[in-house]
Every structure is written in C-alpha cells, then in structure tokens.
C-alpha cells in the first residue's frame, strides 16, 4: 500500500559496528555507506572537537602520534568498550549525521543496532546506550557481536548444527559456537590486533632500543607480520627515535623475529578457543569436526592465523570473505529482518 511505502520513506535504519580501531555503518536496504577509524581530534584539555566538529576518523588518525601541544588525538575505545564517554557520543554523532546525509534523510532519527563484545557488563552496555540516544538515535539495540560476524559471513546460523566464529578485532577477540539462532558457548577476551602491536613496539625497543608509534607497529604488523612460517620471510626498514642518544634512526627487520615477537598474543587467543571447545555439548563438538572454525575481523588477515589455529585445534580453519566488514554485515542483515528479531535483541528499555 501507498501508505507503507510512505512510511518505510521516513524510517531509518542503521547497524554500526563500534570497533576500538574502525566505526563501519551500514544503512537498511544500502549497505555499507562509512567505513573510518575510531579516532577523535580534540582541543587539549577539553572535549571540543577540532574543525567545526568534523576532525573525526580518517582525518583525526592521521595526526595520531604528530599532533603539537594543543591538540590531542583520542581512540575513545578500548578493548571493544568505551573508555571516554563524551568523545565517543561526539564520534557517534559525526557519524551517524555523515551516514544520514549520504542516504539523503538528514532530518530523521534512525533506529540503531550496535554490535558489541559478547562480555561486556552491564554499565558497559549502559554507556553505549546513552552514547547513541544523545548522539541522535531513536531506538537502540544492542546485537552480540559474534552473532553478528557469524551472520555476516553467511553461516548457517538458525539450523539445529554448531557453526563457529572466531572474530578477532582490535581490542577484542570474540570466540563462539552458534546453534539455532542464538551463541551456544562464548568467551570474549581483551587480546587482539592492537596487543599485537604493543609486543612489536616492546620488541623494537627491547632489541634495538628504538621507540616507534602504534601507527608503525601496525605497519610492521601487516607488511612482515605472521603467525606461522610462510616459506616467503621479508624483511622492512624501520624508522623511529633512538632510546639512548634520542636521534632518529632507522634499522632492518625481519618477518622471523616479528612473528617470534607475536607468539604471545596469539598464543592467548588459541588458548580462549581452545577453553571454549572443551565446554562445548558433545553433539555440538561432532558438528564441528564437520563445519570448521571461520575466523572474521581485520586481524585474522594475518598471515597463517588460519593455519596455526588448525594445528591447534586439529580442526578446518578457514577465514570468512571480507572479514573486515563482517560484523557490519551482520548487522546489516539483522535490519533486513529487525521486526522478526528484535525480541531477541536488547533495546535501551532493557537496560534501564
């Protein structure tokens, strides 16, 4: 009827992923319409936004590490939870008036899901609440974010069959076994992508007494970083500030000694998959021997993390399609169908 149509023209509805070190929103019915950082310029000393309130995401993470006295460059997530309250409504705001703009519906307030670590509390939950009414949302729901990685890499999540995700972002690492619709076992750790690159940046210094940023790390990370022997070792030149004589410097890596740095953090990743599998149900575990573990999130990229986690658990590893975006398009996928779902969804009216 006219009138549906109507009124779906005035509904708007958005999935955002809320990452500690990348915000993706995704629009109902358009996909993913944003895709930054989760980094905020302030003034110093205040919660002023730089730049008329735009110095957010891709123009605030490129003055991380470089900005002068008076600015200072925020990530106002950490470990998957917010750590700064204020700055994160700032960021929320920015973005979901970006979102907004760009699907043409700058005057209405959306409905929001926003995936979140599956072990966050209950004043974690209540702060992202707060975050997104006062950044302009209308309604929130809250969507567990390895339901929502499971969803978005297309498994077969609502059949009476185990299907397993291990989503390992920034801040968190997400690990879970999903049957008829809802997570089965679960653990969220604090160890991820940017724990790796804290054990680069102590290995640098620890080694060659050479101070380097997170941006470098992550570098590093990426272009040389491994989990497991590739047969192809490389090696990088690195640039950074000398700890004795406080000159920069440069020096040559190689992959070898950064996948050795690495052991530590993946390491406690394989260790969370492995407690999760040991309190599987039994029939649960059959399933699995069957379908696999699908690794998502950006930090599954790294070079072997499918083949160690294998040897590891003696079972198929396989990294999902786009695991960057996967979360997003779980989300994505939950407002195709949110009237359906939203009873097993929590809303802002549960929280209070």
């Known amino acids: 009827m006219w009138f549906d149509d109507f009124a779906n023209w005035f509904r708007l509805d958005m999935g955002i992923d809320l990452g500690t070190c990348n915000t993706l929103v995704c629009v109902r019915g358009v996909g993913i319409v944003l895709n930054e950082p989760s980094v905020v310029a302030v003034r110093k000393g205040t919660n002023e936004v730089l730049q008329n309130g735009n110095a957010v995401g891709i123009v605030a993470k490129e003055m991380l590490g470089k900005t002068p006295g008076s600015i200072t460059a925020i990530r106002p997530m950490k470990d998957g ?4 309250f204020e700055i994160t409504e700032a960021m929320l705001g920015y973005f979901i008036r970006k979102a907004k703009a760009t699907h043409g519906s700058s005057f209405i307030r959306p409905r929001v899901v926003i995936s979140v670590p599956s072990g966050i509390t209950a004043v974690e939950k209540r702060a992202v609440y707060n975050s997104a009414e006062r950044a302009g949302a209308r309604r929130v729901y809250l969507l567990e974010e390895p339901k929502a990685a499971a969803l978005g890499a297309g498994l077969p999540v609502g059949e009476p069959s185990a299907s397993m995700i291990v989503d390992i972002g920034g801040g968190t690492t997400e690990i879970a076994i999903l049957s008829l619709g809802d997570i089965a076992v679960c653990e969220s750790l604090r160890v991820a992508g940017d724990d790796m690159d804290e054990a680069v940046v102590s290995h640098m210094r620890r080694t060659y007494n050479l101070m380097i940023g997170p941006q470098t790390a992550e570098r590093i990370k990426i272009d040389i970083g491994s989990a497991a022997s590739t047969g192809d070792e490389k090696t990088m030149e690195v640039r950074g500030r000398d ?3 406080g000159l920069p410097r440069k020096t040559v890596i190689t992959s070898e000694e950064i996948r ?3 052991k530590e953090p993946i390491g406690s990743i394989i260790e969370a998959v492995l407690r ?4 599987a149900e039994p ?6 021997v069957d379908n696999g573990i699908h690794l998502a999130g950006g930090t599954s990229l790294l070079r072997g993390m499918d083949k160690v986690m294998s040897q590891a658990t003696g079972l198929e590893c396989r990294v999902v399609d786009d695991p960057l975006t996967c979360v997003a398009r779980g989300t994505a996928m939950f407002l195709e169908h949110l009237s359906e779902w939203k009873e097993t969804l929590e809303s802002d009216a549960d929280a209070k």
């Open 243 to 245: 700890m004795i004589s």
């Open 283 to 288: 029939e649960l575990s059959a399933d699995l």
């Open 81 to 84: 939870v917010i750590a700064d």
């Open 260 to 262: 050795e740095s690495l």
């Open 276 to 279: 999760v599998l040991e309190h």
